[in-house]
């Protein structure tokens, strides 16, 4: 549950030489410096001003126990650093910066600073703040240990790669329940991670994609059927793979089944897909039901796809040229809208492919990329501000008590 190792933390410090100890925590807070960041964690797993929590070791430490402490039974030294810890808690929250003071809203966006491919590049992310500030918006960086802070932001925009099994969700969901206006919503995470629930929305409207079969673990005698059906080279796919990862080509028997049986690891449904191949994808971002920005990726050099995870340095990935809107082929567009409005109306990549008149879509992204010098070459500043003032929009609408 934690990321703080208690070994690692306690090294080297007097309690490790001991069978046990209870530690008093004051708005997560504690002056042992290994376990402040532990200690932070167990704030926001249980918000109580007055935490006492007891470790114990046998092979190794572990958290024994967590109960709530009373604030009589301190004694008059614990009550001072409880006195100092209340005042810290108060002024994180009430005390804020004249700059966030003059905004008119205030923005977190959660990122991980160490993800090797996130959605956002480290530019993107300074442009963001800096546009927001042209537009009175106090937009601040947040990372997963900021947890226990969303309550104070009007709205979050998450810029960090999202899965239903991981914080992003967590804090999609807590964000949408404190009322926050939020990107990406919890709804179109579960939907857009979800690549059986995207091929079966797409199936049920008609929508262009390559053909594709659904793959089940207890069901191995079904894989020479769907090859015969779908013909080799064919590409497989587990349901919630993200930039390109847990997708294997194969073309032949002997290929799938030991690429089938390594997914099969990790998921008890795989996607079979028609082999689709075409020199670059379109990527066309929606936001609020209108498309803003199309880009064409092209495949990593010498690849199939667009990540080449096994390629060193430069070409893991392919090159990549955005247009304008209206330059893009009109049937790619529309169809790339016609597919999002399906999911919601937030912010969305689809990702397609057009081969002479047949254009079908490949998947749609709740946490498309927004990169400086990639999707914001065409619109530079005024991609950012699109986003940002669509915030505001509904922001606004909210403080009427209006739907959006």
Known sequence: MFSVSLETALEDHPYDNTEGFTLTLYFGQTTLEPLKDLARQLFEAFPCPILMVEFRKRDTWHIAGV?????????????????????????????????????????????????????????????????????????????????????????LLIRETTSVDNHTYRFAKKAESEGLVVMDDPTSILRCTNKVYLTDLLKSHN???????????????????????????????????????????????????????????????????EFFYTEYDWRIGILNRKPIFACQYFMSKGHWQIYNHKAI?????????????????????????????????????????????????????????????IEDAYLQDDLYSLVLEEFVRRLELKRLGQAW
């Open 313 to 373: 340095g430069a070409e893991v990935i392919g090159e990549c040229r955005t247009l304008a809107v209206h330059e893009a082929p009109r049937a790619v567009v529309e169809l790339a809208l016609k597919t999002a409005n399906l999911i919601g109306d937030g912010l969305y990549g689809v990702d397609l492919k057009q081969s002479g008149e047949q254009v079908v879509v490949i998947e749609v992204n709740d946490n498309p990329n927004l990169d400086a010098g």
């Open 67 to 155: 109960k709530a402490g009373a604030l009589p039974r301190l004694r008059d030294d614990q009550q001072d650093e409880f006195a100092s810890a209340l005042d810290g808690f108060s002024r994180k929250i009430w005390r804020q910066p004249s700059s966030r003071r003059l905004a008119r809203y205030d923005l977190a966006i959660l990122h991980d600073p160490q993800e090797q491919l996130p959605p956002s590049n480290a530019q993107a992310l300074a442009n963001f703040i800096r546009v927001g500030q042209r537009l009175g918006i106090n937009v601040e960086l947040i990372e997963k240990k900021d947890y226990a802070r969303l309550a104070e932001y009007d709205a």
């Open 207 to 273: 929508l262009g994609m390559p053909r594709t079969e659904i793959l089940y673990k207890d069901r191995p005698e079904e894989l020479q059927h769907v090859a015969k059906r779908l013909g080799f080279p064919l590409v497989l796919k587990i349901p919630d793979g993200c930039f390109s990862r847990g997708v294997i080509k194969v073309s032949t028997a002997e290929g799938m089944h030991t690429a089938t049986t390594q997914l099969f690891e990790h998921s008890v449904l795989l996607l079979a897909q």
